[in-house]
């Protein structure tokens, strides 16, 4: 690592040895180059297994940005229209919104409609399904709400209706391979054998990001059930399972080659994924407004938030995030497996900055 940079090495260490991190891995690009990767803690109790460069961890919507990558190079390749109905590619779709509109979270579909027990995560076409059939929170286009824990299955199945695999061979054999990015979601065994567990910094953390009973953004993050539920999070089930929007398992540094590669016009070490003009309409702002389920005003792209500074990525509930900084002219990934808030990123980004 370049001498610059070290007080944000010297912060993530402190990150750990005050405890209020377990473990975790932090990666920077910068002008081009991979200028920070660190790891430290542990995967599992402290004490215990070594957090190591090819530890995975679940990066909740981290993976949302991942997943729409994955329709937008159907988009590039002229497969699919952003401005052509759903119902276009998944006939069985009643909801009369766009494929933009999935892009950019205003579909009106932020919860899946049927209430179902952590088993579903399991099931695909149960949950496809449900939402093929449900009727919109409000008319499409109109107001924007996460969708939270839809997102990846209204993604993930245009892209299989449009290219016959799931989102998971997809994103393996079209972007994971192609750029060399230690991520993927429906994990095997050997890749399981390498995840870090989550744990809460609180224990009251899953009640406190639920939100009120019955609330939108309660049914949003709530069903199916489990997904807030560390039986559940750390389980071959969930490990093994597609639910694309919130199971993403990645590395910082895979998560941060990806954004270097976007930043850089959708091209990284000589291999083209997405086309320039494509990378800029997908990271430029399709609705500026209120967010109904995260109750305050966001700026959403083709699957990405927009921040005031002019950077777009996504960060995940309990503290992953990712993005790219064009104005800087940087990429950066940090993922942990201490689901608490995102102070400790806002705290590293502080440190980044006065580096550059």
Known sequence: MHARFTPVRDYFHDLLATGRE???????????????????????????????????????SVGKPVAALC???LVDRGQVDLDAPVAQYWSEFRTPATVRQVLSHTAGLPAFPVPRPAAAIADWALLAGDLAAADPEWTPGSTAGEHAWTYGHLVGELVRRVDGRPLSRFLADEIADRWRLDLGLGLGEADQRRCADLRYGDPRWPVRKLGEPGSLRARALGNPAGGLDLAVLNSALWRGAEMPAVNLHATASGLARLYAGLLAGGVLDGVRLIGAELVAEATRVQYDGPDLVLDRQVRWTLGMQWEPDGSWGMGGIGGSSAWADPERGYAFAYTTAVLAEHDRVDELVEVLHSCL
């Open 22 to 60: 377990s473990g975790a891995s932090l990666a920077v690009w910068y002008d081009g180059q991979q200028v920070i990767d660190l790891v430290g803690g542990y995967r599992d109790v402290p004490g215990g297994a070594p957090w190591r460069p090819d530890t995975l961890v679940n990066v909740y």
């Open 71 to 73: 329709l937008l190079l």
